[in-house]
C-alpha cells in the first residue's frame, strides 16, 4: 500500500527535479541546504528524506533560498504571484505587472523595427538579442497559460520575424526559412490574419531566392488569401510580393492585376502606407520599384524606363534614401 508521501505533491519532489537537472548531487546541496539560523548545510540524509516526503519543508525564507541555488522559479513553490494551475485568474498587482511587462516589449520590438529602417544593423541587433533573451527566460519561468494567451503570441511571432529578417540580411537564408516557418506555426495559434499573411509571404520570398517557384507561388497566394482577413497595410504588402512572382513565373496578367491590387490599397491609405503600422514599412515607392522589377522579368524594359519620373517622384515623397541608392 503505497504511503500519504507517495501520492501527495511535496516540495521535495520539485527540490529532487531541479537538483537532477542541475547536475547536482544530494551530498552537494546539502552542503549548501539554508538552515533557520542562518547556517548552511545538512546531513545528506537529511536530503533523501526531504526528496521522498518523510520532511516536509514549508519554511518560506528556506523555499525563496532554495529556488535561488537550483534556480527554481518561485510559483513551482507556490510563492509568486502567479499561480501555475490559475494563472489567468491573477488579480491586482501581477496581472498589471504582467500586462505592463508586454507594453515595454512591444515598445522595444517598435524601436527595433525602426532602428533596422534608419540604421546600422548591429545597433538593431542589439534589441533583438535582449528580446530573444526575455523570451528564453519567459519560456523557463513563465507557466505555459500564460505563454500561450493571444498576445504573448502575437508579440512572441513579431520577434520570430525579427530574427528571420536578420538572418536574411546576413545571407543564411535556410535558417530564414526556417524561423519563417516558426512564425507561421506561432501565427496559426493566435489565428492572426496579418500574421499569418507575412509568414507565408515572407516564405514565399524565400522560397523563391532557392529557385523553388512553384512553392514560392504556393505560399505567396496563401498569404493573399490570408491577407483579405487583414487590414489594408498587409493586403497591399502581400500583393506587392505576390506581383514579384506572377512576373517572375511570366504571367503578366496576374501580375499587373496583383501590383495593381497592391497599389490601389495603398493609395487608399492617404499615404500612410508602409508607415510602420502592423510593423510594415514598404512605402509606395516600394510597389513602384516591384512594378519596375517585374516589367524587366516580362521582358519589357521600355515600361520601366517609362516609370522613371514617376518612381523618382515618389522617391522624394516618401524619402526612402535606401530604395533611391536601389
Same mark, same amino acid.
Given at each position: 500500500?503505497?504511503?500519504?508521501?507517495?501520492?501527495?505533491?511535496?516540495?521535495?519532489?520539485?527540490?529532487?527535479?531541479?537538483?537532477?537537472?542541475?547536475?547536482?548531487?544530494?551530498?552537494?546541496?546539502?552542503?549548501?541546504?539554508?538552515?533557520?539560523?542562518?547556517?548552511?548545510?545538512?546531513?545528506?540524509?537529511?536530503?533523501?528524506?526531504?526528496?521522498?516526503?518523510?520532511?516536509?519543508?514549508?519554511?518560506?525564507?528556506?523555499?525563496?533560498?532554495?529556488?535561488?541555488?537550483?534556480?527554481?522559479?518561485?510559483?513551482?513553490?507556490?510563492?509568486?504571484?502567479?499561480?501555475?494551475?490559475?494563472?489567468?485568474?491573477?488579480?491586482?498587482?501581477?496581472?498589471?505587472?504582467?500586462?505592463?511587462?508586454?507594453?515595454?516589449?512591444?515598445?522595444?520590438?517598435?524601436?527595433?523595427?525602426?532602428?533596422?529602417?534608419?540604421?546600422?544593423?548591429?545597433?538593431?541587433?542589439?534589441?533583438?538579442?535582449?528580446?530573444?533573451?526575455?523570451?528564453?527566460?519567459?519560456?523557463?519561468?513563465?507557466?505555459?497559460?500564460?505563454?500561450?494567451?493571444?498576445?504573448?503570441?502575437?508579440?512572441?511571432?513579431?520577434?520570430?520575424?525579427?530574427?528571420?529578417?536578420?538572418?536574411?540580411?546576413?545571407? /543564411?537564408?535556410?535558417?530564414?526559412?526556417?524561423?519563417?516557418?516558426?512564425?507561421?506555426?506561432?501565427? &496559426? &495559434?493566435?489565428?492572426?490574419?496579418?500574421?499569418?499573411?507575412?509568414?507565408?509571404?515572407?516564405?514565399?520570398?524565400?522560397?523563391?531566392?532557392?529557385?523553388?517557384?512553384?512553392?514560392?507561388?504556393? /505560399?505567396?497566394?496563401?498569404?493573399?488569401?490570408?491577407?483579405?482577413?487583414?487590414?489594408?497595410?498587409?493586403?497591399?504588402?502581400?500583393?506587392?510580393?505576390?506581383?514579384?512572382?506572377?512576373?517572375?513565373?511570366?504571367?503578366?496578367?496576374?501580375?499587373?492585376?496583383?501590383?495593381?491590387?497592391?497599389?490601389?490599397?495603398?493609395?487608399?491609405?492617404?499615404?500612410?502606407?508602409?508607415?510602420?503600422?502592423?510593423?510594415?514599412?514598404?512605402?509606395?515607392?516600394?510597389?513602384?520599384?516591384?512594378?519596375?522589377?517585374?516589367?524587366?522579368?516580362?521582358?519589357?524594359?521600355?515600361?520601366?524606363?517609362?516609370?522613371?519620373?514617376?518612381?523618382?517622384?515618389?522617391?522624394?515623397?516618401?524619402?526612402?534614401?535606401?530604395?533611391?541608392?536601389?
Amino acid at each position: 500500500m503505497a504511503s500519504v508521501s507517495d501520492t501527495r505533491y511535496h516540495h521535495g519532489t520539485t527540490i529532487k527535479e531541479f537538483r537532477i537537472l542541475r547536475g547536482m548531487t544530494q551530498e552537494s546541496l546539502a552542503a549548501l541546504w539554508p538552515k533557520s539560523n542562518g547556517n548552511d548545510g545538512v546531513l545528506p540524509r537529511y536530503i533523501q528524506d526531504v526528496e521522498y516526503g518523510k520532511k516536509h519543508i514549508d519554511d518560506p525564507n528556506t523555499l525563496r533560498r532554495l529556488a535561488e541555488i537550483l534556480q527554481i522559479p518561485l510559483w513551482r513553490f507556490g510563492l509568486s504571484e502567479y499561480d501555475p494551475f490559475h494563472p489567468l485568474s491573477l488579480v491586482g498587482r501581477g496581472k498589471s505587472l504582467h500586462n505592463l511587462t508586454l507594453d515595454a516589449i512591444e515598445s522595444l520590438i517598435e524601436q527595433t523595427w525602426n532602428l533596422r529602417c534608419a540604421a546600422r544593423l548591429v545597433d538593431a541587433e542589439k534589441g533583438i538579442v535582449r528580446l530573444n533573451s526575455l523570451f528564453a527566460y519567459f519560456q523557463e519561468h513563465v507557466p505555459l497559460p500564460l505563454r500561450l494567451e493571444r498576445r504573448f503570441q502575437l508579440l512572441y511571432a513579431q520577434v520570430q520575424r525579427l530574427n528571420a529578417v536578420t538572418y536574411v540580411e546576413k545571407k /543564411r537564408y535556410d535558417e530564414a526559412l526556417d524561423m519563417y516557418g516558426r512564425m507561421y506555426e506561432t501565427a &496559426q &495559434q493566435t489565428e492572426d490574419a496579418s500574421l499569418m499573411a507575412l509568414a507565408l509571404m515572407s516564405e514565399g520570398v524565400e522560397f523563391e531566392r532557392r529557385g523553388e517557384k512553384e512553392s514560392a507561388l504556393s /505560399r505567396l497566394e496563401e498569404a493573399r488569401d490570408a491577407s483579405f482577413g487583414a487590414s489594408k497595410q498587409i493586403i497591399a504588402f502581400v500583393h506587392s510580393y505576390l506581383a514579384r512572382i506572377y512576373a517572375s513565373v511570366g504571367d503578366k496578367v496576374r501580375f499587373e492585376r496583383a501590383i495593381h491590387s497592391a497599389r490601389t490599397m495603398a493609395s487608399s491609405l492617404n499615404g500612410c502606407y508602409g508607415d510602420g503600422t502592423q510593423f510594415v514599412f514598404g512605402r509606395m515607392s516600394s510597389i513602384l520599384a516591384e512594378r519596375s522589377y517585374g516589367y524587366l522579368e516580362l521582358g519589357e524594359p521600355q515600361k520601366t524606363l517609362e516609370m522613371r519620373m514617376e518612381i523618382e517622384a515618389q522617391l522624394r515623397d516618401d524619402q526612402d534614401l535606401r530604395l533611391q541608392t536601389w
